[in-house]
């Protein structure tokens, strides 16, 4: 249990990235006032942990109405975790846990970012839906670790929306290097466990075994 919820909070931060959303916010919000700020962050906040709770109960259920495996959707969460943990390590920037720029310049020209891009995709984007529901699927019908995993991610939650409430002042403190570092070195661990998923997925497949 303990192991499941040490990568699931690695997970959820990572592809959440509280830390590198500070600066993102920040540059977004610079010409507003405190009260609109904090107000945005609450809200974005509010709004993207609906969505990945609304992933997390019926995300499965979906999959199988599509008649999507569990496998096929581990071994292609794992891709795409792993293709964010390139961009982390190599501090590259991609629409898998920034903005493109075109959607940058359209942020900048909205009155309230708390939906776009904030809620999606910076906090509810495409590596926090597939982590949700990896997790809750590890979590094999057991409900008390199923809210164990959810109570880790309404924790990082919790510490994103601390961050942006003083996204400034840990844009100052870390700086932009700083940023880099600490993502470098969840992205490795990030790429560990993309690599799991994919190994995972390959073997509940039966692949392996000429099934």
């Known amino acids: ?11 959820f931060f990572v592809t959440i990235d509280p830390v590198g959303l500070g600066p993102v916010f ?12 904090r107000r945005m962050a609450i809200k974005g906040t509010l709004i993207g942990a609906a969505i990945l ?7 499965e259920a979906l999959l ?27 501090a590259r920037e991609s629409g898998l846990r920034t903005t493109t720029e075109d959607e940058n310049v359209e942020a900048r020209h909205r009155p309230d970012i708390s939906v776009f891009p904030l809620a999606i995709p910076l906090i509810a984007g495409p590596g926090a839906m597939t982590s ?6 590890r979590a094999g019908g057991d409900w008390a670790l199923q ?20 996204a400034g002042e840990v844009s100052r403190v870390l700086g932009r290097t700083g940023i880099n570092v600490i993502n470098r070195v969840l992205g490795i ?11 995972d997925g390959v073997v509940e497949s039966g692949i392996l075994n000429g099934a």
């Open 1 to 11: 249990m303990n192991d499941l919820l040490l990568t699931a909070a690695i997970a």
């Open 26 to 37: 920040a540059g977004l919000t610079g010409g507003m006032e405190g009260r609109q700020r």
């Open 53 to 59: 709770l609304t992933f997390a109960f019926v995300g």
């Open 64 to 90: 199988h109405g599509l008649g999507i495996s569990t496998a096929a959707f581990r071994i292609a969460g794992g891709i795409l975790l792993l293709l964010l943990a390139i961009d982390l390590v190599f």
């Open 132 to 137: 949700i529901v990896l997790f809750m699927g």
């Open 147 to 166: 809210a164990a995993v959810l109570g880790v991610l309404l924790a990082v939650l919790a510490g994103t929306l601390l961050v942006l409430l003083f």
């Open 189 to 199: 661990l990030l790429t560990a466990l993309a690599c799991q998923f994919v190994i």
